[in-house]
């Protein structure tokens, strides 16, 4: 009863941090695990056991959701704002995450449209541009 008690607030003050659960964290979960798996792909054609996934790119993808939820706090409380910053915030990380599933598809040898390319690095090269 007493763990079931910590979970609901532990649950509640992460929605509270993170802004919900909305599609886009979802979309972002999705495009995280996808990336994580073409990487164990990667790793496993190149023959590289001994790590399937470094623990720097773990601590990537954990500090992505604290600056979403950073981004969050900032809309709420300082800015008043409607998950603008949040929104933003997870856009530019589902970007750079298939900016980064595409790279290791074309490494794996995969076809990738040519128009999804560009139309991913133009994104890509925009928000960055933006966040300079």
Do not use: W
Request: charged share 20%.
């Amino acid at each position: 009863m007493v763990l079931l008690e910590l979970y609901y607030k532990a649950t509640s003050l992460l929605s509270k941090f993170f802004g919900g659960a909305d599609g886009l964290i979802y979309a972002l979960i999705i495009f995280i695990l996808v990336d994580l798996f073409f990487s164990v792909l990667l790793s496993l054609i190149k023959s590289n056991t001994k790590t399937f996934i470094n623990k720097k790119i773990i601590c990537k993808k954990i500090a992505m959701f604290f600056i979403i939820g950073l981004s969050n706090i900032i809309d709420i409380y300082l800015v008043d704002s409607i998950s603008y910053l949040r929104t933003i915030t997870i856009l530019f990380y589902i970007v750079h995450e298939a900016s980064s599933i595409l790279k290791k598809s074309v490494k794996l040898d995969l076809p990738v449209p040519k128009p999804l390319l560009i139309f991913i690095e133009k994104l890509k090269s925009e928000s960055n541009n933006q966040g300079n």
